[in-house]
C-alpha cells in the first residue's frame, strides 16, 4: 500500500474516531491534590533530599516533608455554593465499595470521596503530604512508616485514627491490587504512626497512593458491613456522596469538614454523568447541559471553533501498544526480536499522532512509562519508520514472504489499530483483526495463552509506572502477573533494582538501563502516548489538568465564574 494511500486510509479512519473512540478502563489512577501545604493544622515542611525533579522526573520515594514547626489553625474557607456538572465517557460500575470495585473509571469519583496518605499537586504532579504529615522509607526498601494527621474527621463526624490507616491498608481491595504479592502488613507503632511492611523489597508506594486512598473508619464498616458501606460510602475526601444511578450518575457534595481548605471545593454539589456517546457529550456541553465534558482526539477542532468553549489536555496520558500472547511458543514470530523491531520500523507513528490523534499524541518509543511518570526517558530514540530496512530484518529472520497474525481488540481502540494494520500490510504483515467486548478481551488476555498479539491502550494508574511494567512484561516467577507472557531473565534481572532500590538516583539509573533494554528488545511494541482533553464551558473559571493522568483528577479543584 503507498503512503499517499495510507494517509488517505488514516484520514477516513479519523472520520470514524468520534464513534469508535470511547475511553477503556482497567488500570487505575493516583489521587491528585492542589498546590499547597495542607491547611487546617498545618505543620510547616521541608524537603529531607533534593528538590522535586522537574516534570519527567516526578519526585522521589524517599523525598519526605518532615514537620518542624508547631501547627497553627488555617482561616475557614468561604461557604460553598453552585453546581458543577461532568460529563465523563465511563464511570464504570459506580461502585464505591471499599473492597468491590475493580473497574479502573471509579478512581475519578473515589479520589473525591476517599483520600490518600500522600497527594500529588495539581498540576506538575509533584508529592505532598496528604492525610500523612511526612513519610520514610526503609534503607531496604521492604516498607514504609507514616506519621498521620491528627486533624482529620469523617464524613460521619468521627475522628480518623492510625487504627483506621492500618485497618484500611489492609482491606482485600489494597491487598489484591498493585502490592497484592509484597504486602505483609501494616502496624500502629503510636497514635500518630502506622508502618506498611513488605515481604520484599517495593520502592514505589509514595507514588501509589490510589492503593490507600480508601482510608475509612474501621467501626463504620464493622458496624455496617461492606454492602452498606458502598451504597453510603463514608471517607475523609473533599466530596461526600448523596446518590448513585448505576450505569448514570455520580452526585456529590461538598464536605465541609473537609481538614485541607485549599482542596475544599468552592462549589456546593457535583454531579458526574456518564455520556458514552462522544457526539452527545460533545452536544451537552454545547447547549450548556454539561460543564466539563471529555472528549476524543477527532472532536479537539470542534471544541477548539467554539469560542465560548476551551480545552483542557492531559499530555500524553494514555499508553497504545501491542503485546504478544505468543512469547515461547516455539515458531511464533516475534520470538524473535529482529521481528518485532521490523513490526515497530513499519508504523509511521507521526502519521497516526497527525492523522487518527489531531496531533493530540506523542509517539512512544517504550511503553508505560508516558511523560509525567518517574523515570521517563524522552531521549530514547524511536525506531525510524523505515520499510526497507523492515523487510531486510523480516528476512533475516526468516519470514521474506511476511507471516499472519491474530490482533485481538477492543471496539474502542479498533480506529489505530486498523491504522497499524494497514501500515503492517506494507511489509507483508497480514493482521487478522478481532474485535471482541471487553469481558473476552480481558479473559483472552489473563487466562488463555496462543500464538496472536494484543492491542491495548493502558491508563496510567500512578506516577510511577515500574510497577506494571513489572506485571505486565516479567516472567511470573519473578513478578509479572496473569497479564504477562514474557519470559525474558535479562528483563527480568534489569526490572528487579527498577522496582526495589531505595535509593533514588540508583533507582533512576536502574530505570534507564531497563527502558534502553526494553527499546532494543522490545517485550511490546509500543505506538502512541495520547492525550487526555476536556473541555470547559462558559461558567467554569478555571481547572488545573493533572499532568500525567488519564481519569478526571483534581475535579475538587474546579472554579466557577463568580
Known amino acids: 500500500m503507498a503512503r499517499a494511500q495510507r494517509l488517505a486510509y488514516l484520514a477516513a479512519a479519523a472520520a470514524m474516531l468520534a464513534l469508535l473512540s470511547i475511553s477503556c478502563g482497567g488500570a487505575v489512577a493516583p489521587t491528585t491534590t492542589a498546590t499547597r501545604p495542607p491547611a ?17 522526573q516526578a519526585p522521589a520515594p524517599t523525598a519526605t516533608p518532615v514537620a518542624r514547626s508547631t501547627p497553627t489553625a488555617a482561616p475557614a474557607p468561604a461557604k460553598a455554593a453552585g453546581r458543577v456538572i ?83 491498608v489492609m482491606l482485600p481491595s489494597a491487598a489484591e491490587g498493585v502490592l497484592g504479592n509484597v504486602l505483609k502488613g501494616a502496624k500502629v507503632i503510636d497514635p500518630k504512626t502506622v508502618q506498611i511492611v513488605y515481604s520484599r523489597p517495593l520502592a514505589t508506594l509514595p507514588h501509589l497512593p490510589v492503593s490507600f486512598n480508601r482510608i475509612m473508619p474501621k467501626a463504620y464498616l464493622e458496624q455496617v458491613g461492606e454492602d452498606r458501606a458502598a451504597r453510603n460510602p463514608i471517607g475523609a475526601g473533599p466530596l461526600r456522596v448523596t446518590g448513585m444511578a448505576i450505569g448514570e450518575s455520580v452526585d456529590l457534595q461538598a464536605w465541609e469538614g473537609y481538614y485541607d481548605s485549599a482542596r475544599t471545593p468552592s462549589y456546593l454539589d457535583l454531579k458526574m454523568r456518564e455520556i458514552i456517546e462522544p457526539s452527545t457529550r460533545l452536544a451537552a456541553l454545547q447547549v450548556r447541559e454539561v460543564d466539563i465534558a471529555a472528549f476524543t482526539p477527532v472532536q479537539i477542532p470542534a471544541v477548539k471553533k467554539d469560542s465560548s468553549l476551551r480545552l483542557v489536555s492531559v499530555r500524553g496520558a494514555t499508553n497504545s501498544y501491542f503485546k504478544f500472547s505468543g512469547y515461547g511458543i516455539p515458531g511464533f514470530p516475534t520470538n524473535d526480536f529482529r521481528v518485532a523491531r521490523a513490526m515497530s520500523m513499519a508504523i509511521d507513528r507521526q502519521a497516526l499522532a497527525e492523522k487518527i490523534y489531531n496531533g493530540a499524541a506523542i509517539p512512544a518509543a517504550v511503553g508505560y512509562l508516558n511523560p509525567g511518570s518517574f523515570g ?130 540508583r533507582r533512576l539509573a536502574a530505570i534507564k538501563k531497563l527502558t534502553e533494554y526494553m527499546r532494543e528488545y522490545p517485550p511490546v511494541i509500543s505506538v502512541l502516548f495520547a492525550d487526555k482533553s476536556y473541555g470547559l464551558g462558559p461558567r467554569i473559571e478555571s481547572w488545573p489538568a493533572i499532568h500525567g493522568n488519564r481519569e478526571p483528577l483534581g475535579l475538587e479543584l474546579v472554579k466557577l465564574k463568580r
Open 40 to 56: 487546617g493544622p498545618t505543620p510547616t515542611v521541608v524537603a529531607a533530599v533534593s528538590p522535586t525533579p522537574a516534570v519527567g
Open 86 to 168: 461532568f460529563a465523563s465517557d465511563a464511570l464504570g460500575d459506580v461502585n464505591l465499595g471499599p473492597t468491590k470495585a475493580r473497574n479502573g473509571f471509579v478512581w475519578s469519583y473515589f479520589t473525591l470521596v476517599y483520600d490518600s496518605l500522600v497527594g500529588f499537586r495539581a498540576p506538575d504532579g509533584a508529592l505532598v503530604p496528604a492525610l500523612a504529615t511526612k513519610w520514610e522509607a526503609d534503607p531496604n526498601a521492604l516498607g514504609w512508616t507514616f506519621t498521620i494527621r491528627t486533624d482529620v474527621r469523617f464524613q460521619n463526624g468521627a475522628a480518623m485514627t492510625a487504627e483506621d490507616v492500618a485497618y484500611s
Open 376 to 505: 521517563y526517558n524522552p531521549d530514547i530514540p524511536l525506531w525510524p519508520y523505515d520499510l526497507k530496512q523492515a523487510k531486510q530484518l523480516l528476512a533475516d529472520a526468516g519470514y521474506s514472504n511476511g507471516f499472519e497474525i491474530e490482533v485481538m481488540f477492543r471496539p474502542p481502540d479498533k480506529t489505530w489499530v486498523e491504522a497499524v494494520a494497514a501500515m503492517w500490510q506494507d511489509v507483508g504483515i497480514r493482521a487478522r483483526l478481532s474485535m471482541m467486548e471487553p469481558g473476552a478481551y480481558t479473559a483472552r488476555w489473563t487466562t488463555a495463552k496462543g500464538n496472536g498479539a494484543l492491542a491495548a491502550i493502558d491508563a496510567t494508574s500512578s506516577f510511577d509506572r515500574t510497577g506494571a511494567i513489572q506485571s505486565h512484561v516479567a516472567s511470573q516467577a519473578r513478578g509479572g502477573s496473569a497479564w504477562s507472557y514474557n519470559n525474558d531473565p535479562k528483563l527480568d534481572d534489569l526490572i528487579t533494582p527498577a522496582v526495589e532500590i531505595a535509593d533514588v538516583e
